[in-house]
């Protein structure tokens, strides 16, 4: 474990994969939070913060900030604003979708997942700094897996926040790839501007926190080469992560059910255009691709999530 690495004023909550990691900032005049998991998960997460409060005796959580607005990242905020009054900070290219909650510009109808809503108070802004616990942190843009993404950077103890630009092995789908807008170059741009930057630290989205940057830096310039040269690639992984994102939270799903969520999500629509498949070759496609991939099985009419 790194928890030992991290200093002091700063705990990770590691999550499973439906929910993204949580990051609890403290000090006697601030407590924030990074990140607040999936909605299926939120009484789990309030409860990660209580616990936390107590244990370090704080008078409340003042601050929730959200790296991006992927339903894993800000799932919890609604339930979080409720049980602590807290401020909500967001992209600020997010600004206008979160005011009129446009699910549709949210991501959320085109990725065929939910998100309760929230309200936010601020917004982060790209080369500006924000006082998280104890410590300053230096915003920065991270496009690629998401337009609007931020990663949080502090420089006195070399820590980086890297949300879903940067795993131990790999990062988060590449995403506008799959309806024909513009993510690998995007993606090649924050491996590059990570590398720029003195990290011993590394808090991802999903996972351990991790110490070794040059060599997931390698991993992540490969994955994105490999995904790069063939756009099919990225359509294929994508399609399958979507899959069993929801396959995590539904466990188990007649297979019509599945079916027919596959036919009314648009990113996986686009997707199979990309594939140049019909939707119905798709829907054939996409739930044994998921299975020969180990990751679910086919139980009679049931499609069944494997962790
Ligand atoms: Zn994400």
């Known amino acids: 474990m790194t928890a030992h690495l991290l200093p002091p004023g700063i705990e990770v909550f590691e999550r499973g994969w439906l929910s993204a990691n949580n990051i609890l900032h403290f000090s006697d005049n601030d407590v924030s939070l990074v990140d607040s998991g999936y909605c299926a998960h939120k009484n789990l997460t309030v409860d990660l913060v209580c616990n936390a409060l107590k244990k370090h005796q704080l008078p409340k959580l003042n601050k929730l900030v959200n790296t991006h607005l992927h339903s894993d990242h800000c799932g919890g905020n609604a339930a979080l604003a409720t049980a602590f009054n807290c401020e909500i900070y967001i992209p600020a290219a997010e600004e206008i979708a979160v005011k009129n909650w446009d699910s549709t510009l949210l991501s959320y109808d085109n990725l065929g997942q939910e998100c309760p809503q929230f309200a936010h108070h601020a917004v982060l802004i790209p080369g500006e700094e924000i006082l998280l616990g104890k410590y300053v942190w230096k915003i920065l843009a991270a496009p690629g897996h998401d337009p609007h993404s931020i990663m949080l950077y502090e420089a006195d103890h070399r820590i980086l926040i890297s949300a879903d630009a940067l795993w131990e092995e790999g990062f988060g789908v590449i995403f506008p790839e799959l309806w024909g807008e513009a993510g690998f170059e995007e993606v090649a741009q924050t491996l590059d501007l990570i590398e720029t930057i003195p990290v011993d630290l590394v808090i991802p989205g999903h996972g351990a926190p991790f110490t070794d940057v040059a060599r997931s830096l390698s991993i992540a310039r490969s994955r ?84």
């Open 224 to 307: 994105l080469d490999y995904l790069a040269s063939d756009p099919g690639r990225n359509a294929r992984h994508g399609a399958k992560v979507l899959l069993k994102y929801r396959l995590l939270e539904w466990r188990s799903r007649d297979i019509a059910q599945v079916n027919d969520w596959i036919a009314n999500t648009p990113a996986l629509i686009s997707a199979a255009k990309l594939l140049n498949m019909d939707i119905d070759e798709f829907i054939q496609w996409l739930p044994k691709a998921l299975v020969k991939s180990g990751a679910a099985k086919l139980e009679g009419e049931t499609l069944v999530d494997l962790a």
